[in-house]
């Protein structure tokens, strides 16, 4: 009866192998199921444009990608979808996302409460996921500052415009000016060449 469970122990021996190269092999291709590329980690933008969050990825098979959004304001949810598939665009953004099969979304007229974190979590159907994180930046264009400046430099023209005039007077005068003295001097010597003239 020993050589039979010898045979056993060399069977469950080789299962038990089997099964941990097999758990192996599919913990090595879990840790490398996702990759995830964000060529843009931060993006600066003004009040009502249009912003691209792109992203690309690769694994195995057809993956769940989820985008949020994280701010001062609280954290929610943007749109979940799988590519090929219709999207699940949250209520609050429903008009103002487009979804791209490259992972990549498109935010229509940002505001300034558009501001803050967007994180995407791509998802195998293994269950191994990646995440990224892309920091979002919206300013207003602030017209009264360029009213200000726009009045500034008016004035500043105003000013250079007067003072070149006044400059452009002053030079007319000065010419005139020296026209008549030139003009009394040369009497001057003329009337004293006559008289001593007269005096030879």
């Known amino acids: 009866m020993r050589p039979l469970t010898s045979r056993r122990r ?3 021996g080789i299962s038990l192998g089997l099964f941990a190269l097999c758990l192996a092999a599919a913990r090595c291709l879990q840790s490398q199921g996702v990759s995830l590329y964000i060529p843009q980690a931060t993006i600066n933008a003004t009040v009502k444009e249009d912003i691209l969050l792109s992203v690309e990825y690769s694994c ?3 993956p ?4 949020t959004y994280s701010s001062n304001w609280g954290t929610q949810k943007i749109v979940e979808w799988k590519p090929g598939t219709q999207a699940n665009i949250s209520q609050s953004h429903k008009d103002r996302v487009c979804t791209f099969d490259n992972g990549s979304i498109q935010l229509f007229s940002v505001g300034v409460r558009d501001s803050g ?12 996921s990646q995440f990224g994180t892309i920091v979002l ?3 207003e264009i ?4 360029l009213h200000f400046v726009a009045v500034i ?3 500043l023209a105003a000013v250079a415009a007067v003072l070149i005039s006044l400059m452009w007077v002053c030079n007319k ?9 030139r003009h009394k001097l040369k009497e001057s010597t003329t009337e004293e060449i006559e008289l001593e003239d007269v005096e030879c």
């Open 60 to 62: 195995h098979g057809v």
């Open 173 to 181: 005068c000065a010419y005139k000016f020296q026209r008549k003295r």
């Open 153 to 155: 430099l008016a004035f």
């Open 137 to 139: 930046h919206v300013s």
């Open 10 to 12: 060399k069977t469950r």
């Open 64 to 67: 769940t990608i989820e985008w």
């Open 117 to 128: 974190y967007y994180v995407i979590t791509v998802t195998e159907r293994l269950g191994s």
């Open 142 to 145: 602030l017209y009264e500052d």
